[in-house]
C-alpha cells in the first residue's frame, strides 16, 4: 500500500487542486481516490482517507494510475488496420472518418438483421455510465445480439439469489468484530486489501482466521489455518461441515425454522457426507474437516468471506448455494459480525436507476438473441442456423479484452482474425484485442471522465469527477456512443444526455443522497446492520432457500476434468491447474505498465517440487504446459505454494507479452458452471513438460 508521486513530473509553483474520484476497476474494494491536479495534469493520486473502506490506503496498481493514464503507449487517435488482422498495424485517422465509416458499417449490416452485431464488454471499468450505461442504449435502440456477462461472478451471483434472493452480505466494516473468519477462495491480500486490512483488525483482538485455498496465497501464509483443497471440491467441504453441525447438535434449530426453507431435503443429502467421504474428495484429512466444523458452529460471531476463485468450476453454483446455507444452519447471521460476505451488489439494485440508464424499452418489443461472452470463441466460429441465428459479422468491444481473458484463446484468436468479421474496439491501449480491430478508438480513462460506481465489496456508493481533460483525442465510451448514435440517425432525447447528467442521474436521489454524493464522492446506502438477524431474506418467502425454485436442493458436483470425473483424461493429464489473478494485474490491466510487470517478472506456474521432479523440471525451467487445447509457454516457479497434483498458473498476461504469443488461456476450456452460465476456468486438467 503505497500512495504514488508520480514519476518525471515537474515541480512547477503552480496552485494544485484535490478532485474526487472512484477507482474504475474490477475489484470487490471500489476505492474513493483523491487526485491532486497541477497545471492541468495528476501529479499524486491517493486513497480518500475519510471514505471508511478506502481508509487513504491504495494498491500498488492504482497508485500508479497516473503512469497508466499517461503511458507512452495509449491510443491517443482513432486507429484504422492497414496490415492483417491481429497484427496490429494501423494508420491513425481523424475521428469523423472513423465514426462515419463505422456508422456506415453497423447500418448495412443492422439493415439485413442487426442481431449480426455484437457489443462486447465487461468491466475494464465499472462505472454505469462509462459500463453499460450510453452504450446499452444504443445497442438496445439498434437491436444488436445482447450479450450475456458471465465471464466473472454469475455461478456465484446466481448461487447467492438463488438462496437469499439476492446477491448481498455482511457489511465490510463489522468483519472487525468477527471472533472467527473463514476466508473461502480468496486472496485477499492480492484482491480484496481493504477488507484485509479489517480481517487483521479482527486478528488482533483475537480472531482465528482460517483460508480455504489449494494454494498457499500470501493470504494463506497470514492465517491461522490454512486447508488446501483440491480445486473444486468445496461443495463436498461444505456437505461435511453440515454433516458435523447435525451429528454434534450445533444446528440452530429456531432459526432454521422461522427462516429457512427447504432444510429436511438438504439435512437427508448432508447425513450422507461424513467427515471422511469429505476427506477423501478434497484430498484433505478427515480431522481438518471436524476442526473446520467446530471452529465455525463454536465461535460467535463467525463470519465468511467468500470470493468468486471458488466458483470458477463446473460445480462453482451448487457450491456457493451451500456455502450460502451454512450461516443460516448455525444462526451466525443473527450478529451483525456474523453471517456470509460474497457480494454486496444486490444492496444498490433498488437504489439504481437502471432501466433509465440502460433503456431496454428502446428494444420496442423486438427479442434479440442472447450470446454468452464465455463461449465467443466458439461463437465466432459458428456459420448462420435457425438455432444461432445470423452469423456473427460484427463486434464492438468497449471495456475487455477478450482475446487475452476468455477461454480456450486459440479458438478466440481464431475468430478475431476472421477476415469477413468487422470489429471496432475502444481502447486505452492495442491490447491483443485491439490488435485484432478495424478501428480503434481511444477511450479516456477516470482521470478524465464522469461516472458513478456501485460496489461489490461494501456499500457506498461513489461519484467520479474527470481531474483532467482528456488525454490527446480520447472520448469517453458514453461519448463516442453518442456520437455513433447520431450517424445513426437515432434521436430518442436520451442520446443527447451528458456523460455528467448521466453520473449525477445513477441513482435514486432518495436512496442515495447526491448532497452526500457531491460533497464527500460517496455515500454509504442506508441498510440494517445485522440485515438477516431476523430472517428477512429478499425472497419471496423472506426466507433463506436451502430447496430453491427450478435447481432443487444443491449437491456437491465435481469438475468436468478431475482423476475422479475423467480418469482417462486425467492419466494423460495429471495436473490440475488453476489460474488466478496475479497480485500486480489486474485481470489483464497493467501488464503493459512497465513497473508492475517487473514486479509479476515472466509468465509463472507453480508447481510442487515432487511434480517438477517427477518430469525433470527445475527452478527456473522454460516448460510446455499442455493439454488437448493447447500449449502454455511459461517458466516453472517451484514452491510449496502449489500443493502436490495442482499447478498454479498465474494470469492473465498480455498473449503479445507472453512466451511464444501464449497465455494461460490457450488450456482453459469453454464448458460452463452449473448455475450461472458461466467459465470453469479452474476446472482444467493438464501436463508439464520440459520445453
Ligand atoms: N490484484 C488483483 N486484484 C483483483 C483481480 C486481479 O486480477 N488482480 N481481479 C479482480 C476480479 S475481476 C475479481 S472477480 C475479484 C475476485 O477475484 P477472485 O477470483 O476471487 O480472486 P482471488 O481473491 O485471487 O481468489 C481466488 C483464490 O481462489 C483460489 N481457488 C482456485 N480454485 C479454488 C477452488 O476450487 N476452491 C477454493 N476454495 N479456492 C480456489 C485461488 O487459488 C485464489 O487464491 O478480484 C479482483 N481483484
Ligand atoms: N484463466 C483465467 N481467465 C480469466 C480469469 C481467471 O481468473 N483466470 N478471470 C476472469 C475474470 S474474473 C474476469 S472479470 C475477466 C476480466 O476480463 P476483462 O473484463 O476483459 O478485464 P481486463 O483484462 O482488465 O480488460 C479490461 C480492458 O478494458 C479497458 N478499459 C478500462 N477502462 C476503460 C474505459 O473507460 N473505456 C474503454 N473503452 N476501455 C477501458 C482496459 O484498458 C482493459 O484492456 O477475465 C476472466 N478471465
Ligand atoms: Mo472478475
Request: proline share 7%; hydrophobic share 40%.
Amino acid at each position: 500500500m503505497d500512495a504514488l508521486q508520480t514519476p518525471d513530473m515537474p515541480a512547477t509553483d503552480a496552485p494544485t487542486h484535490v478532485v474526487r474520484g472512484a477507482c474504475p476497476h474490477d475489484c470487490p474494494d471500489t476505492c474513493a481516490l483523491r487526485i491532486t491536479v497541477q497545471a492541468g495534469k495528476v501529479v499524486r493520486i491517493q486513497g480518500d482517507p475519510d471514505h471508511p473502506p478506502t481508509h487513504g490506503a491504495l494498491c500498488t496498481k492504482v497508485s500508479r494510475y497516473a503512469e497508466r493514464s499517461y503511458h507512452p503507449e495509449r491510443v491517443l487517435t482513432p486507429l484504422k488496420r492497414i496490415g492483417p488482422k491481429g497484427a496490429g498495424q494501423f494508420e491513425p485517422v481523424g475521428w469523423d472518418e472513423a465514426l462515419d465509416a463505422i456508422a456506415g458499417r453497423l447500418r448495412s449490416i443492422a439493415a439485413r438483421d442487426p442481431q449480426a452485431i455484437l457489443p462486447y464488454s465487461y468491466a475494464g471499468t465499472m462505472g454505469l455510465v462509462q459500463g453499460d450505461g450510453m452504450a446499452a442504449r444504443f445497442f438496445h435502440r439498434l437491436g444488436a445480439s445482447l450479450l450475456d456477462r458471465t465471464i466473472c461472478s454469475s455461478a456465484g451471483g446466481e448461487a447467492l439469489m438463488a438462496t437469499y434472493g439476492r446477491p448481498v452480505g455482511m457489511h465490510l466494516e463489522w468483519f472487525t468484530e468477527s471472533r472467527l473468519i473463514v476466508i473461502w477462495g480468496s486472496n485477499s491480500i492480492s484482491s480484496n486489501l481493504h477488507f484485509w486490512t479489517y480481517a487483521q483488525q479482527a486478528k488482533r483482538a483475537g480472531a482465528k482466521l482460517v483460508c480455504i485455498d489449494p494454494r498457499r496465497t500470501e493470504t494463506a501464509e497470514k492465517c491461522h489455518q490454512h486447508i488446501a483443497l483440491l480445486p473444486g471440491t468445496d461443495g463436498a467441504l461444505a456437505l461435511a461441515m453440515m454433516h458435523e453441525l447435525i451429528e454434534q447438535g450445533w444446528l440452530d434449530a429456531d432459526y432454521i425454522e422461522r427462516h429457512v426453507h427447504g432444510w429436511p431435503a438438504l439435512l437427508e443429502r448432508a447425513l450422507q457426507w461424513p467427515p471422511e467421504r469429505a476427506a477423501e474428495v478434497c484430498g484433505i484429512t478427515a480431522d481438518e474437516v471436524r476442526s473446520l466444523a467446530r471452529d465455525y458452529a463454536t465461535t460467535r460471531p463467525a463470519a465468511i468471506r467468500l470470493n468468486y476463485g471458488m466458483q470458477r468450476v463446473r460445480g462453482g453454483g451448487n457450491a456457493v448455494r451451500l456455502i450460502a446455507m451454512l450461516p443460516c444452519l448455525t444462526g451466525a447471521w443473527r450478529h451483525r459480525a456474523g453471517g456470509l460476505l460474497l457480494s454486496a451488489s444486490g444492496w444498490f439494485r433498488p437504489a439504481m436507476r437502471t432501466a433509465w440508464l440502460q433503456r431496454p424499452d428502446l428494444l420496442a418489443g423486438r427479442t434479440p438473441r442472447t450470446i454468452n461472452m464465455s463461449t465467443i470463441g466458439d461463437d465466432l466460429l459458428r456459420e448462420a442456423s435457425p438455432g444461432f441465428g445470423p452469423k456473427i459479422e460484427a463486434l464492438v468491444v468497449y471495456n475487455s479484452n477478450p482475446v487475452a481473458v476468455a477461454p480456450e484463446s486459440a479458438k478466440v484468436a481464431r475468430g478475431f482474425a476472421r477476415e469477413d468479421l468487422f470489429t471496432v474496439v475502444l481502447e486505452h491501449f492495442l491490447t491483443d484485442t485491439a490488435d485484432h480491430a478495424d478501428y480503434v478508438l481511444p477511450a479516456t480513462t477516470q482521470l478524465e471522465h464522469w461516472d458513478a460506481h456501485r460496489a461489490y465489496g461494501h456499500t457506498y456508493a461513489m461519484l467520479n469527477e474527470p481531474a483532467i481533460a482528456p488525454v490527446g483525442q480520447a472520448r469517453s465510451n458514453a461519448e463516442i456512443f453518442r456520437l455513433l448514435a447520431a450517424r445513426m440517425g437515432f434521436d430518442d432525447p436520451c442520446f443527447a444526455d451528458s456523460d455528467q447528467a448521466m453520473a449525477l442521474g445513477a441513482f435514486d436521489p432518495e436512496q442515495v443522497s447526491p448532497q452526500a454524493l457531491s460533497d464527500n464522492g460517496w455515500a454509504k446506502l442506508s441498510i440494517a446492520d445485522a440485515p438477516f438477524a431476523e430472517g428477512g431474506f429478499p425472497t419471496p418467502s423472506g426466507k433463506a432457500l436451502a430447496d430453491a425454485p427450478g435447481l432443487g436442493v444443491p449437491d456437491f458436483v465435481p469438475n468436468y476434468e478431475s482423476a475422479q470425473s475423467s480418469p482417462d483424461l486425467a492419466r494423460r493429464y495429471p495436473l490440475a491447474m488453476i489460474s488466478p489473478p496475479a497480485r500486480h494485474f489486474l485481470n489483464s490491466s497493467f501488464v503493459n505498465v512497465a513497473s508492475l510487470r517487473a514486479a509479476e517478472r515472466e509468465p509463472l506456474v507453480e508447481m510442487h517440487p515432487q511434480d517438477a521432479a517427477a518430469r525433470g523440471i527445475a527452478q527456473g525451467a522454460l516448460v510446455r504446459v499442455v493439454n488437448d487445447r493447447g500449449t502454455y509457454l511459461c517458466k516453472a516457479e517451484l514452491n510449496e505454494r502449489a500443493r502436490p497434483g495442482v499447478v498454479n498458473g498465474l494470469g492473465i498476461w498480455w498473449r503479445k507479452y507472453g512466451l511464444g504469443g501464449t497465455n494461460v488461456n490457450e488450456l482453459t476450456h469453454q464448458q460452463l458452471t452449473d448455475i450461472g452460465r458461466a467459465p470453469a476456468f479452474y476446472d482444467c486438467l493438464v501436463d508439464i513438460h520440459p520445453a
